[in-house]
């Protein structure tokens, strides 16, 4: 078949797999939007073994960055002196511009991958009830996104390998 029918089957048939993941067996550890980032962000970088260590090294990256951020902020007062619009504005700057100025190191220089790995942190914490808190940030358990996302990432990332393999396998010369 073709390359674009082969890819759009392949994709198909993983995202139906990694939906089932999510919503079944690995619900609560693998959240499929995270992973659909991951995914995306392989294709986006080139779908190469590059591409696959740069996604997932850099996208932890970014969860780190993101962590770091999050227990900052739970520690920001209510009633401190900027408020705390303010302060939380203030501490992303930083922590953002830390992030991409961590570039300079060949390992981190992948900066839209480290973004999708800070902002699918966020997401999971700001949306989801109860876990912008320093007992979730410090715990040791799968409700941590330090585990959590960085564990979507990681699979979702290998899902982008795997559709680009089958893909490939199922493309004629």
Same mark, same amino acid.
């Given at each position: 078949?073709?390359?674009?029918?082969?890819?759009?089957?392949?994709?198909?048939?993983? +995202?139906?797999?990694? !939906? #089932?993941?999510? &919503?079944?067996?690995?619900?609560?550890?693998? *959240?499929?939007?995270? /992973? =659909? @980032?991951?995914?995306?962000?392989?294709?986006?970088?080139?779908?190469?073994?590059?591409?696959?260590?740069?996604?997932?090294?850099?996208?932890?990256?970014?969860?780190?960055?993101?962590?770091?951020?999050?227990?900052?902020?739970?520690?920001?007062?209510?009633?401190?002196?900027?408020?705390?619009?303010?302060?939380? +504005?203030?501490?992303? !700057? #930083?922590?953002? &511009?830390?992030?991409?100025?961590?570039?300079? *190191?060949?390992?981190? /220089? =992948? @900066?839209?991958?480290?973004?999708?790995?800070?902002?699918?942190?966020?997401?999971?914490?700001?949306?989801?009830?109860?876990?912008?808190?320093?007992?979730?940030?410090?715990?040791?358990?799968?409700?941590?996104?330090?585990?959590?996302?960085?564990?979507?990432?990681?699979?979702?990332?290998?899902?982008?390998?795997?559709?680009?393999?089958?893909?490939?396998?199922?493309?004629?010369?």
């Amino acid at each position: 078949m073709d390359k674009l029918t082969a890819l759009s089957l392949s994709i198909g048939v993983l +995202a139906g797999v990694a !939906t #089932f993941m999510a &919503v079944g067996p690995a619900s609560g550890v693998f *959240f499929i939007w995270a /992973a =659909t @980032i991951a995914w995306a962000a392989y294709f986006f970088l080139g779908a190469t073994k590059e591409a696959l260590k740069n996604t997932i090294v850099c996208g932890i990256f970014g969860v780190f960055m993101a962590w770091v951020t999050a227990i900052i902020l739970t520690g920001i007062s209510p009633d401190t002196a900027l408020g705390f619009p303010a302060m939380a +504005a203030i501490t992303v !700057t #930083f922590a953002v &511009v830390v992030m991409c100025l961590a570039a300079n *190191f060949p390992a981190l /220089a =992948t @900066i839209p991958a480290s973004v999708l790995g800070y902002s699918s942190t966020f997401a999971y914490l700001l949306q989801t009830p109860d876990k912008l808190t320093q007992e979730v940030l410090f715990g040791a358990s799968l409700s941590n996104p330090l585990l959590v996302i960085s564990i979507s990432i990681v699979v979702g990332t290998y899902f982008g390998q795997l559709s680009g393999q089958l893909a490939a396998k199922w493309t004629k010369e």
